[in-house]
């Protein structure tokens, strides 16, 4: 099945009543999937809408009904989103965003890019806010981390971000579905569903009031230390031993660990970090594996953003090297080999066997 | 062991269906696979490939750098992935449309006159098939038996389809 | 010898990457001869939009911006407003203009600015793979509507060029087909027209062209523009929907 599909299916099997979405390549097949089935099952929805504005919107309604909804898009939609995200964060809703990312800025490519990190892990919109950023490296994880992010949405009232690419939405594999569709889900205490037997609610985010809002943001800050505390998911690869660390996330996580195989097979003591929630960022980890290793390379397909949250966590302390592919480019596993090599080499470091 | 192979030709050869229908049938058989298209613009500008990958271990990359085996089914297409093939590495092409100049010695160059097959087959449309039997026996990566079930099940209702991309396989798989 | 056909000369020297029986290729090299015939290649400046015809620039040989998707209007706007003496026209498919550009086309018309707005209609997404478009035809298959577009969950398909004739601030609509070569010179007088109602400064003008995609529609390329005939100008009727720019036809 392809990522696309795979996304679209494991949303159903979470619960999703709702999804909204506006037509971009390299992430069609999502909605062209959710067209054919979401849209015919009971008590779901399925809209095109006339943009990303009106779907992220449609998102905003549905959510504060209490329905568990979903859009998707790839860049250039996902800028046009963020207003409404901000929205959504303010109002503690819960939302589920997919971004298949691609090649920019502007229009750019449509082939697969990691440009868009600082864009999901600094909030992306206006205001004082985060999203839980996942970012899933096989179609299996993207099934599995589109069911958790369902979860994560309704337990911390937050809009969760699925950072894919458009690689990982139109390659296909084998995907195990672990759950069935619920029969019915129970509705969100604080859905507004009408004011029946209680005092009515309401969804807001504008105040006059500084202080209030100066609550809000702590009261969201809070939560978000809570995120960082519970939700931090990370993946290692063959670190014991390794001089060199490669910190990688998404599919050129996976590329670089065809390139540490090959490495490996050479001699060179070389392992891999990928973290799976860039925000919250596994800085813990990073720091600890920085540490045990001579120096680490950060390999993105973007010109290097992911490598601050790095630089962050290290605080100055440890050698940091970067090898970056924008634009869409998609680099072989024997070219990221070579720069594992050449900085292996360079630095000195022993090899084993 | 890792085997990956890039199908490449125009669109409209049927090179995506090679290529899945290879993934498909390496994932009956119980292995680890990746398939990976080409998509959008590209395949708009006239040109398709995929890359599968097949292991019995978990797949890292499903890109290739050097891929064991390319299959070419147009001139460009033989052109852009000659030089990626691995050294030891098998070429097969079309040999009804692509005129084989390769000059490296390290690699094997299987022709395969698909579309010719094809045509005296009167399904000019299934030279992908003639190419996927052969390709299917050369290697060895997957049975001709699932080749086959995967082809009923993806062509599910069209008896009569099936019938003619069974027979195309055939054809090709018997050529060596 | 009497050269009676030959390549435009604002058409660039390269084939066109739209596919066989395309109507953007035709409605290319209308605008290629209009400029031409007009003497104004000095001062077009055309703004083209996410789509098939995002490339338009590799065809078209005048100065011209890409905007974001949905966003000619505004940028057309801007263009005009800054250099008043350039000729701007906005080239836009069904998806651009009428679903997530429609609030920059309605004021842009609303406020009257003195741009021509070429517009594809094709009743579908033909860059995305073919998904619904507001212009898609009632009970018509696409990539989102499998079962057909169904009023009461779709709606009806949008008339945006009878919806902008309600503005004050147009002068001119016609609506023509690129499907017969009566249509294709009926298309190339109206944008011809379009263009003259800038030149004399009164106000917001749109050619909407109902145009095959063959693909899309999964038709080969006669049926597609017979279809046209059959199904599409049912809905979207031909002919001039308003002019009020006092002229009779431009030539
Ligand atoms: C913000 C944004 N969302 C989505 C897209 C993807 N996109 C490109 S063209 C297009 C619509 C194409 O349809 P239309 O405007 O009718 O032009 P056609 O290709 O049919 O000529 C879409 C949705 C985009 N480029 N930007
Ligand atoms: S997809 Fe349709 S609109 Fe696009 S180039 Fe092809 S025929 Fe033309
Ligand atoms: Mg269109």
């Avoid at chain 1, 969760?160 to 889900?185: C, K, N, S, T, Y």
């Avoid at chain 2, 190419?131 to 026996?137: K, Q, T």
């Avoid at chain 3, 001869?33 to 065809?59: D, K, L, Q």
């Avoid at chain 3, 995305?128 to 035809?137: F, H, I, N, V």
């Amino acid at each position: 099945m392809d990522g696309n599909s795979a996304v679209g299916e494991a949303a159903i099997r979470a619960g999703c009543q709702c999804y909204f979405g506006y037509p971009i390549t390299p992430q069609n097949e999502l909605t062209e999937y959710m067209a054919t089935h979401l849209s015919r099952r009971k008590g779901c929805s399925f809209i095109q809408a006339e943009s990303e504005i009106s779907a992220i919107n449609m998102v905003f309604g549905a959510s504060a009904v209490g329905a568990r909804s979903m859009t998707s898009s790839s860049s250039p939609g996902m800028s046009l989103k963020q207003e409404g995200i901000s929205y959504l964060a303010s109002c503690e809703l819960p939302a589920v965003i997919v971004n298949m990312s691609r090649g920019g800025p502007g229009l750019g490519t449509i082939s697969a890019a990691q440009s868009d990190y600082f864009q999901s892990t600094r909030g992306g919109g206006h205001g004082d806010y985060r999203t839980i950023v996942l970012a899933p490296s096989s179609v299996q994880e993207l099934a599995d981390l589109t069911h958790r992010a369902f979860d994560l949405a309704d337990k911390y009232r937050i809009p969760v971000i699925i950072l894919g690419d458009g690689m990982l939405g139109q390659m296909q594999e084998p995907v195990d579905f672990r759950h069935e569709a619920p029969a019915e889900l129970p509705v969100r205490s604080d859905a507004l569903r009408g004011a029946r037997g209680r005092p009515s609610k309401i969804v807001r985010t504008c105040t006059s009031n500084t202080s209030e809002m100066e609550e809000l943001n702590w009261s969201l800050y809070r939560r978000y230390q809570l995120i960082e505390k519970k939700e931090t998911a990370f993946e290692t690869f063959l670190v014991d031993d390794a001089e060199l660390i490669v910190v990688a996330f998404g599919i050129a996580a996976r590329i670089a660990k065809g390139a540490i195989k090959s490495a490996r097979a050479n001699g060179l003591k070389v392992g891999l970090a990928r973290p799976i929630t860039l925000w919250p960022f596994p800085s813990g980890r990073i720091k600890e594996l920085a540490a045990t290793a001579k120096c680490l390379l950060v390999f993105e397909m973007n010109m290097g953003q992911m490598l601050e949250d790095v630089q962050l966590a290290l605080q100055g302390q440890g050698e940091v090297f970067f090898y970056g592919r924008p634009g869409g480019v998609i680099p072989t596993p024997s070219e990221v080999l070579r720069v594992i090599s050449r900085h292996y080499y360079q630095r000195g470091l022993k090899k084993g066997k | 062991m890792l085997i990956k192979t890039i199908f490449a030709g125009f669109g409209g050869q049927g090179v995506l269906s090679m290529g899945l229908n290879l993934a498909e049938a390496a994932m009956l058989e119980g292995k680890n696979v990746t398939f990976l298209p080409s998509y959008g613009v590209e395949v708009r500008g006239g040109t398709a490939n995929c890359t599968v990958a097949v292991s019995d271990e978990e797949i890292a990359s499903p890109v290739a750098s050097a891929p064991e085996f390319v299959v070419a089914m147009n001139q460009p297409s033989l052109v852009r992935f000659q030089n990626q093939v691995q050294s030891g590495g098998v070429l097969f092409y079309n040999a009804s449309l692509v005129n084989p100049q390769n000059p490296r010695g390290d690699i094997e160059l299987v022709g395969v006159p698909a579309g010719e097959i094809a045509e005296k087959l009167d399904s000019p449309k299934s030279a992908n098939m003639v190419m996927l039997g052969a390709f299917a026996r050369k290697t060895n990566i997957v049975s001709m038996d699932t080749v086959a079930e995967v082809l009923s099940t993806i062509l599910k209702n069209k008896a009569k389809l099936v019938s003619i991309n069974k027979k195309a396989l055939k054809a090709g798989y018997d050529l060596f | 010898m009497r050269k009676v056909y030959g390549r435009p000369r604002f058409l660039k020297k390269r084939s066109f990457h739209y596919c066989a029986g395309c109507g953007h290729s035709i409605v290319h090299r209308l605008l290629a001869e209009v400029i031409e015939e007009m003497g104004i290649h000095e001062r077009v400046v055309g703004v083209n939009s996410a789509g098939c015809s995002v490339f338009a620039y590799n065809y078209l040989d005048v100065d011209m911006a890409e905007a974001a998707h949905g966003r000619g209007a505004a940028v057309a706007t801007g263009m005009k407003r800054a250099y008043p003496e350039a000729v701007v026209f906005t080239y836009q498919g069904d998806g651009d203009l009428a679903a997530i550009g429609t609030a920059e086309t309605i004021h842009a018309a609303n406020r009257g600015e003195k741009i021509s707005a070429i517009f594809i209609n094709n009743a579908i997404y033909g860059m995305t793979g073919g998904q619904m478009a507001p212009t898609t035809l009632v009970s018509m298959r696409t990539t989102t509507t499998p079962f057909g577009r169904d009023v009461m969950l779709e709606g009806h398909p949008l008339k945006i060029s009878e919806m902008l004739a309600l503005l004050d601030g147009v002068v001119y609509i016609e609506r023509t087909a690129v499907n017969s070569p009566a249509g294709i010179r009926k298309t190339k007088k109206a944008i011809r027209k379009s263009f003259q109602t800038q030149l004399d400064g009164k106000g917001f003008s749109l050619v909407e062209i109902l145009s095959p995609c063959p693909v899309n529609w999964k038709m080969g390329v006669a049926e597609s523009w017979q279809w046209i005939d059959k199904e599409m100008t049912g809905v979207f009727p031909l002919g001039i929907i308003k002019d009020t720019t006092g002229n009779k036809d431009a030539d």
